[in-house]
């Protein structure tokens, strides 16, 4: 398990970044003061290429249907420090469409385990849209709300360096209700096929999973207009596909922060960028954008955790309908 990071760490490549989340609040939240909305960010060594399948996950098929969409919450603390309360979606019996049941029964069969962070002065629930799709798609979807960089938080930004350990410890008691008795989950989690995902300072979170705080059970990543500071790009242990998605227009971290971080991971990865595309309004509510990227990062996720090599295939199509981003693929 990662050990707490000192927020001295780095802090002030952190409060340069100005790590703002997007919520459904009008405007961005306010940054730490000498902050820059746009850091300058380049990459301190040449891109590295990535080569190999994915070899974790096994070849298999994803589901080919749609499911309906449960919800509940988990109250976690870490260390008795640390609340971290928990949105669990998942796949649920009966008919898809509609809001989440809550406490719905669940769907049969096992499926893979997302887990989600979210951006500085965000919650999960404001990318419900999107992490629901994930869900109708086959997926359990576990996003932890941060006791400091959440909205309603202290806003502590240097924080964002605790959160990899957060997950990691929320992703062991999600797995754990495979196995634990009476639970609505028991044996419907696919414990050996997880990924991370996080937006902004989420995103942030994400790349350290893969990095400072390596946790070895993660499979695949998705980066939402994410960057290395703080974290670094010592991306280490067994290979997991990496897929960043970054506006090229993002306001608060400069698309060329998340190039520079997606250049030095050495897996197999692709980039979705989105040449109109800000720091992430578009993930937050319907559209022609948000179509796109959740079109693709459901077939991502389909090929990097189900094994789904039709899946993989349908990538390029999905993230080039509607001429709203073009692909870096080096799948």
Known sequence: MPRRVTPALLASALLTAGLVGCSDDAGPAPQAAGSQATPQVTASAPPVQAAGPTPQVPVGTAPDKAFAVGVRQLKLNRDGKRPLPVTVW???????????????????????????????????ADYETLLTRWTAAGFVVAAPTFPHTARGGDGNVLDVLNQPADVSYVLTQVLALDGKDGDP?????????????????????????????????????????????????????????????????????EYAAGKAAYDRVPWPKAMLSLPKGDHGRALLSDGATLRVVSDTTVEFLRWSLYGDQAAKGRIPTDAARDDVATLDNRL
């Open 90 to 124: 998942y796949p649920a019996a009966g008919k898809p469409g509609g809001q989440p049941g809550r406490s719905a029964d669940a769907a049969t069969g096992k499926f893979p385990v997302v887990m989600f962070s979210h951006g500085l002065s965000a919650r999960p």
């Open 185 to 253: 989950l028991r044996g419907r989690l696919a414990t050996d096929r997880v990924a991370a995902a996080g937006h902004s300072a989420g995103g942030v979170t994400t790349i350290g999973l893969f990095t400072t705080g390596r946790d070895e059970r993660l499979d695949a990543g998705v980066v939402f207009a994410g960057t290395a500071l703080g974290v670094g790009t010592a991306f280490a242990g067994v290979a997991a596909p990496q897929l960043f998605v970054h506006g090229e227009a993002d306001e608060v971290v």
